[in-house]
């Protein structure tokens, strides 16, 4: 083999395994949100002011961070070029990039991490919708019966999913990337502008302060 297939072999196995690794972070994100009570109960049996502080920025730290790890490898692998190499659902992953940086920008900028703000389920709804769209895309889609197991076992549902669905299928599933690249990078621009222009208002406010 020669070094250009092994360097690109790796390439799409690197790139494969770390948006994988992505969707579970989104779900982790969700799950460290919905937790809060448990959280707060963990917090009560803290005794230090220090360690209290410390736990409050962790619990809330650690989703955002979880959650913006998501939306940049979605953003890394919305293009044409890598949802021709590794095996993404269309459209259902790239929707929920879409969803989980609007959720991003509702918790860092509109004060999304505050429990009592109607912003904080609005961003927790918008995780769990892009969670359960990723979900069902990589149970259905990217892990759809092998090519061996359908010899076998023929199946028209599970041979369409495969042919259609998958980012790397050819050519209907190339085809089907490139519309919903059309559609969903410019809503991932808009997120982006939306969050500049929110970040710039909120420097804006604390230097009048």
């Known amino acids: 083999m020669a070094s250009h297939d092994i360097a ?5 196995w690197t790139l494969q395994n770390l948006f994988n690794v992505s969707i579970l972070c989104g779900i ?3 799950s460290a949100v919905m937790v809060q009570r448990y959280l707060a109960a963990l917090e009560k049996r803290l005794t230090l002011r220090v360690s209290i502080e410390l736990w409050q920025v962790f619990a809330i730290g650690a989703a ?7 939306v940049l490898i979605g953003y890394l692998v919305l293009n044409p070029d890598i949802m021709a190499d590794i095996k993404m659902a269309v459209p259902f992953c790239q929707i929920a990039t879409v969803l989980f940086a609007a959720a991003l920008v509702l918790r860092l900028f509109h004060d999304g991490h ?17 969670n359960v ?13 092998s090519g061996e ?13 495969k042919t259609h669905l998958r980012s790397n299928a050819d050519p209907a599933g190339l085809e089907l990337s490139q519309a919903t690249f059309y ?10 502008i939306w969050a500049a222009v929110a970040a710039c208002r909120q420097m804006k406010t604390t230097d009048q302060r």
């Open 8 to 12: 690109k072999a790796l390439e799409i």
């Open 149 to 161: 197991y359908l010899a076998s076992h023929p199946s028209p549902f599970w041979t369409y999913i």
């Open 28 to 30: 982790l994100s969700a």
């Open 133 to 145: 769209l990723n979900v069902l895309g990589f149970t259905i889609i990217m892990e759809a019966p």
């Open 114 to 130: 505050q429990r009592g703000n109607p912003n904080f389920t609005r961003s927790l709804q918008l995780m769990w919708a892009a």
């Open 183 to 192: 559609v969903c990078f410019p809503l991932l621009m808009a997120i982006a």
């Open 64 to 70: 955002d961070a979880l959650l913006l790890a998501t």
